[in-house]
């Protein structure tokens, strides 16, 4: 029973953020792959799906390729994933395209053994023990993980509040401030709180800022 547990504990665990990507070697629709030589310079949105030729998945497939243009102005490469052979993924690929016309142009991952499923958190036995959740981690230049979300497999995910996530951590990190609850592109930010008097002071002489208290105050970048 304990190894048991044990088992299970270590099938459970998942990077953190602020951790960096675990590192692995992959077969791909788009070739083999070493992620840390994976997207040089770039950010990565790395999500896994339960499995091919589902109704769900190929929604939210379809919905990353579409917006594939979107991810790319944001400098970011998407990374798909799932249990299933390369020769599903290939005829899941193939029959989206020629249904739909929608084409998976990015690589997707064949984690038959389950390693990269288990390495990063995405296998969850008590949702299921062969399919992944819909996992999504986003990735920043220097392999460094930034933000994680999880989504059990009947509920898809959104990609609206993705790509608005990715944009909100690439300005807190180009402008060195915080972001509101719904922040989108071209709202006000969050400048930090005083940590000193004269600090204090300055803040409330800055007519620049919209100060809804000493602590809370917004600016427009």
Same mark, same amino acid.
């Given at each position: 029973?304990?190894?048991?547990?044990?088992?299970?504990?270590?099938?459970? &665990?998942?990077?953190?953020?602020g951790d960096f990507a675990p590192d692995f070697e992959?077969?791909?629709? =788009?070739?083999?792959?070493?992620?840390?030589?994976?997207?040089?310079?770039? #950010?990565?949105? !790395?999500?896994?799906?339960?499995?091919?030729?589902?109704?769900?998945?190929?929604?939210?497939m379809s919905g990353f390729a579409q917006r594939k243009?979107?991810?790319?102005?944001?400098?970011?490469?998407?990374?798909?994933?799932?249990?299933?052979?390369?020769?599903?993924?290939?005829? #899941?690929?193939?029959?989206?395209?020629?249904?739909?016309?929608?084409?998976?142009?990015?690589?997707?991952?064949?984690?038959?053994?389950?390693?990269?499923?288990?390495?990063?958190? !995405?296998? &969850?036995?008590?949702?299921?023990?062969?399919?992944?959740?819909?996992?999504?981690?986003?990735?920043?230049?220097? =392999? =460094?993980?930034?933000?994680? !979300?999880?989504?059990?497999?009947?509920?898809?995910?959104?990609?609206?509040?993705?790509?608005?996530?990715?944009?909100?951590? &690439?300005?807190?990190?180009?402008?060195?401030?915080?972001?509101?609850?719904? #922040?989108?592109?071209?709202?006000?930010?969050?400048?930090?709180?005083?940590?000193?008097?004269?600090?204090?002071?300055?803040?409330?002489?800055?007519?620049?800022?919209? =100060?809804?208290? #000493?602590?809370?105050?917004?600016?427009?970048?």
């Amino acid at each position: 029973m304990e190894n048991s547990y044990v088992e299970k504990e270590k099938v459970n &665990q998942m990077p953190r953020i602020g951790d960096f990507a675990p590192d692995f070697e992959a077969v791909t629709t =788009k070739g083999k792959i070493k992620f840390s030589e994976f997207a040089k310079d770039k #950010w990565t949105v !790395m999500f896994s799906h339960p499995a091919d030729f589902t109704p769900v998945c190929t929604t939210e497939m379809s919905g990353f390729a579409q917006r594939k243009p979107e991810f790319e102005a944001l400098n970011t490469e998407l990374l798909g994933l799932s249990i299933d052979s390369i020769h599903a993924h290939l005829g #899941w690929v193939h029959s989206v395209r020629e249904n739909t016309g929608v084409y998976f142009d990015f690589p997707i991952i064949a984690d038959l053994d389950m390693k990269v499923s288990k390495l990063y958190g !995405m296998l &969850q036995p008590n949702e299921s023990e062969t399919a992944a959740v819909r996992a999504v981690f986003f990735i920043d230049p220097s =392999k =460094k993980i930034r933000l994680v !979300m999880y989504y059990p497999l009947n509920v898809g995910r959104n990609m609206d509040e993705i790509l608005r996530a990715l944009e909100a951590l &690439q300005t807190s990190d180009e402008h060195k401030v915080a972001m509101p609850l719904d #922040w989108k592109k071209g709202d006000k930010v969050i400048v930090g709180a005083p940590k000193t008097l004269d600090e204090l002071n300055a803040r409330l002489a800055d007519d620049s800022l919209e =100060k809804v208290d #000493w602590y809370l105050a917004k600016k427009t970048i």
